[in-house]
């Protein structure tokens, strides 16, 4: 399962929250959904998408910039979720703390509504709010892809570097096991690559960021060829085609983006890596173990995601069952992939050992589940499958917000040129056979494709913690 | 992005000279809203089976899921002080293990229909939760229905569960935001009340439990006439009305009607200030509140308008002080924490260590200012309309309609409350909010807690002067 919208956010709060066509299915099927859309592109390079759904006066505004962390340069890591806080700072009409005074006012949920996040591929901004407000949430977000940097200053870059240091204290520096991501993405992935650095960034890197930086990438990467933007829910998409072309048309095409780097990387990372890291805010020891996997855009995909489900999602993935369940070595496991859309992917576990328990008969069990890992069952399989499925609908509920169906448009297009893939994630599933999985355990749960992090608690615990 | 070497400037120059004709046909003032769509929250369907247990059922056809939530009257409220937890590990147990059934099996069988279901215990209440494709929702309704009704309770699955919850204490505690909450809940009860003491039990409390505590506490508080289901989503209320049926027309147990469970407060002569130990911290938790909310009092409604006002949002006045305007945190917000008799009332942030005193400073002046100041209309009205047009947005998802719905039942509110709520909101004036302010807010009187490096954060804030201020350890005990 992909781990839950791994992405930094403008906000902390998430929640997650529907008009498709659906039918019911007996069991053992994938339901029959579908989730209709019309596409058109500007003359300036935007691509819009609408998707109609009136069961909810609600309408949902979109933008997937096709910018993340993998475009940052040596020195800046952080600096394309920084940019992004700064996209909230107000533009040429919208006086600072305007942007959410204004979208509040109208009735969308700060967090959930109306939020921004970035990870490695994209970054996102979104508003969900009454009907009857499209025209506000359409009129702010064209503002800001046009003259943002006209309102932009120095104070508000100061600013915004506190907030993002003080959500990197608040995710990773104060937490236990937090650097646990940051690490498996320096080993997975190699110097030099894209994916090697986490999005949140470094503190230096985050102090380095200057306002020449901020007005630079804009310039590059802010601009309608280099967007999605989907509406969704509640429209009347004639009506909606006038309002896109007043707020959007006028803004000038930028230029062409810089190309991507070299995103390739060999199947396999090459050798064994091993790790231990000292904790001293960990009350008990745990391990991350990462894999080098197929992208998000490659065929395999799919396979990949029920690969991580078998293992680990529900309580009768072979971890849970083995380590948590009969060996009592582990209070809990978890795991998923990143989603990376190019070159490669990261697929983790992690195990949590009880407090004072000793980390190497955790590591041991995990390694040896780990190692069984290529003779699935058929149950093994159609049960990961249908954790896919429900999730998938589950997920389809919102029409905006994290994760909702106009970010499952956005993602099509921006990924795969296809906003109908939407509509084909359920049949993907459906194809992937016992084959394909144990194949693809077989070729990359191995030893030489893995990076093992190992947290141990820097001091003993207070009191033990045996039940009688 | 690149460093502004000459070429960068340049292209800035250019791309700055092709906004400023995008900028003509930019509308310098935001668009006003068109005619407002109606909305009505959808009709709540209610009955009982014969066995006493209430069934509600909200319709939600637009996709195939159904959430079915079993709410029992069976929360950590009603455990006895010594057995602080018990309510919380024989919920988490209900789903390891019936006759016929081991643990793993069950877990087998729901992944199999990727149903999502959980069990536990909180407060007030403990529950039995699913939620599912619709088309195999009869199935796993009826399989967590047997693990309610006819939990087995194995040994070798207590024993580990058991540990789980140690170990997730230890986990708790190893955070800022857990030593925060508990040691707050902590101060503003009475060391009586039950709502004084963490719902999952502590290392002590949770050692001591035996199988028997559970298997006495299911057989004694689990019951369907102190029970309500909730059936939310692809559903209509014939098929809830067989669905029900089938899952738990068979449950027979009985159990004597229990009262409300008394949960004093603490009043606090003058702030206190908690100040609990996490060494090496790099931020701080800081909580600042009060007991003493709510949902069945009258004055409910104005009390969300001023915490709309405060910290409700992120442009209300906490987030755009502590955030925006000094960059203390990645967030601050209040929030009621309801809770049947008595909730409370709070503001939350993490803040960066250096920097703790401060943002102490401007979260207790905000509290202070709600009090002293009449809320200026204009503000009042976004902050409130926030609320009220958003509310469609939040319960778009069988989940968020679910959760609503339960908290009418918790906290003894009824079942139509949000066929008017809006309206109720919407009719909220300033001086309802001054009312709400002066007479329940007390900004004297604060319980303050703050989870840090003391080592960093303790000189600080005793300078502020902000009350009397005492070192608590993980559990509650007075260091100095």
Avoid at chain 1, 72 to 96: C, D, I, W, Y
Avoid at chain 1, 318 to 344: I, K, M, P, S
Avoid at chain 1, 442 to 458: D, F, H, K, M, T
Avoid at chain 2, 120 to 129: I, K, R, V
Wanted: net charge neutral; charged share 20%.
């Amino acid at each position: 399962m992909r781990l839950r919208y791994l992405a930094v956010s403008l906000l902390c709060l998430a929640a997650a929250n529907a008009g498709a066509q659906a039918k019911s299915s007996p069991a053992g099927k994938s339901p029959e959904l579908r989730i209709d859309f019309t596409r058109e592109t500007l003359p300036n390079g935007l691509n819009v998408i609408y998707h109609v759904d009136h069961s909810t006066p609600v309408a949902a505004v979109l933008l997937w910039y096709n910018v993340g962390s993998k475009m940052e340069q040596p020195g800046r890591t952080g600096f394309a979720h920084l940019f992004e806080h700064m996209m909230f700072q107000g533009s040429k009409n919208v006086p600072k703390g305007q942007h959410f005074g204004l979208l509040e006012a109208a009735g969308g949920r700060g967090g959930a509504d109306i939020n921004g996040t970035t990870n490695w591929d994209r970054t996102n901004y979104f508003e969900q709010v009454p009907s009857n407000q499209l025209e506000l949430a359409l009129w702010l977000e064209s503002d800001r892809m046009g003259t943002l940097l006209e309102a932009m200053d120095q104070a508000k870059l100061d600013n915004q570097r506190e907030v993002v240091k003080n959500e990197r204290r608040q995710g990773i520096d104060n937490q236990p096991y937090g650097t646990a991501f940051e690490k498996l993405e320096e080993a997975v992935f190699p110097d030099g690559h894209p994916y090697h650095h986490d999005v949140i960034g470094s503190m230096a890197d985050l102090s380095a960021a200057s306002l020449s930086d901020v007005q630079n990438f804009f310039k590059t990467y802010y601009a309608p060829n280099n967007a999605v933007l989907v509406i969704a829910g509640d429209i009347d998409v004639p009506q909606a085609k006038q309002m896109v072309r007043k707020y959007f048309g006028p803004i000038p095409r930028g230029p062409k983006v810089p190309p991507l780097a070299n995103m390739s990387l060999p199947a396999l990372i090459g050798h064994q890596q091993r790790y231990v890291i000292v904790d001293s805010l960990a009350p008990a020891p745990a391990i991350y173990v990462g894999y080098r996997v197929p992208s998000a855009k490659d065929r395999r995909a799919p396979v990949v995601t029920l690969l991580g489900d078998v293992l680990s999602t529900g309580r009768s993935s072979r971890l849970y069952d083995a380590l948590v369940r009969r060996q009592q070595v582990a209070t809990n496991v978890g795991g998923g992939e990143f989603g990376l859309a190019d070159g490669a992917d990261m697929l983790i576990f992690t195990a949590t050992g009880k407090p004072g328990s000793n980390p190497d008969s955790l590591e041991v069990a995990l390694m040896a589940e780990l190692a069984g890992a290529s003779s699935f069952t058929q149950a093994e399989l159609d049960r990961a499958r249908a954790a896919e499925r429900f999730q998938f609908v589950n997920g389809l509920q919102t029409t905006g917000g994290f994760g909702g169906r106009a970010d499952r448009l956005a993602e099509g297009w921006t990924h795969f040129r296809d906003p109908n893939h939407v509509n084909t994630v359920l049949r993907d599933y459906d194809r992937v056979t016992l084959d394909d999985l144990n194949a693809l355990a077989r070729e990359r749960i191995v030893p030489a494709n893995r990076v093992v992090l190992i947290y141990v608690p820097a001091k003993k615990p207070a009191s033990p913690t045996r039940a009688p | 992005m690149r460093s502004a070497n000459k070429t960068g400037i340049i292209a800035l120059t250019l791309v700055i000279g092709a906004l400023s004709s995008a900028v003509q046909a930019q509308a310098p003032t935001p668009p006003g809203p068109g005619p407002l769509r109606p909305y009505a929250f959808p009709p709540v369907n209610q009955f009982q089976l014969d066995n006493g247990l209430k069934v509600i059922v909200v319709e939600k056809h637009n996709l195939p899921v159904v959430e079915g939530r079993l709410i029992i009257d069976a929360g950590a409220q009603r455990e006895p002080a010594a057995k602080n937890g018990l309510a919380s590990l024989t919920g988490r147990l209900l789903s390891e293990g019936t006759p016929d059934l081991s643990g793993a099996e069950i877990a087998r069988q729901m992944d199999a229909l990727g149903a999502q279901y959980s069990t536990g215990g909180g407060y007030s209440t403990s529950f039995a939760d699913v939620v599912a494709l619709s088309n195999v929702f009869p199935q796993a309704m009826q399989l967590a229905a047997k693990t309610v009704m006819s939990p087995s309770f194995p040994p070798t699955e207590f024993i580990r569960v058991k540990n789980q919850a140690l170990a997730a204490y230890q986990q708790s505690h190893a955070r800022t935001q857990g030593l925060a909450s508990d040691a707050f809940i902590r101060a503003a009860f009475d060391t009586a009340a039950p709502f004084s003491r963490p719902p999952n039990g502590t290392l002590a409390s949770i050692n001591a439990l035996t199988r028997d505590d559970v298997v006495n506490w299911h057989r004694t508080m689990y019951a369907p006439a102190a029970s309500t289901l909730l059936l939310v989503g692809d559903i209509t209320p014939a098929e809830a009305r067989t669905v029900a049926q089938q899952a738990f027309g068979g449950w027979k147990t009985t159990r004597a009607s229990a009262g409300p469970v008394l949960n004093p407060i603490r009043l606090s002569t003058g702030t206190r200030v908690i100040l609990v130990d996490r060494p090496g911290s790099v931020q701080s938790t800081v909580v600042v509140g009060q007991p003493g909310f709510q949902a069945t009092d009258p004055d409910y409604i104005a009390m969300l308008a001023l915490n709309q006002v405060l910290g409700g949002a992120v442009s209300s006045r906490l987030n755009t002080n502590l955030r925006e305007k000094h960059g203390y945190t990645y967030g601050a917000f209040s929030f009621l924490d309801l809770r049947p008799q008595a909730g409370t009332f709070q503001i939350s942030s993490e803040v960066r260590t250096n920097a703790t005193d401060s943002a102490l400073v401007e979260a207790i002046s905000e509290y202070r200012r709600i009090v002293a100041e009449p809320v200026p209309g204009p503000e009042l009205q976004g902050l409130l309309n926030n609320l009220v047009s958003g509310f469609p947005n939040a319960v778009q998802s069988v989940q968020g309609l679910t959760g609503r719905l339960q908290n009418l039942i918790i906290w003894g509110l009824p079942m139509d409350f949000y066929t008017t709520y809006r309206e109720r909101l919407a009719a909220v004036t300033p001086e309802d909010v001054r009312r709400v302010a002066t007479s329940k807010l007390k900004p004297d009187n604060l319980v303050v807690v703050v989870a840090g490096d003391l080592s960093k954060i303790e000189a600080p804030i005793r300078a502020r002067n902000l009350g009397t201020v005492e070192v608590w350890d993980p559990t509650g005990n007075k260091v100095r």
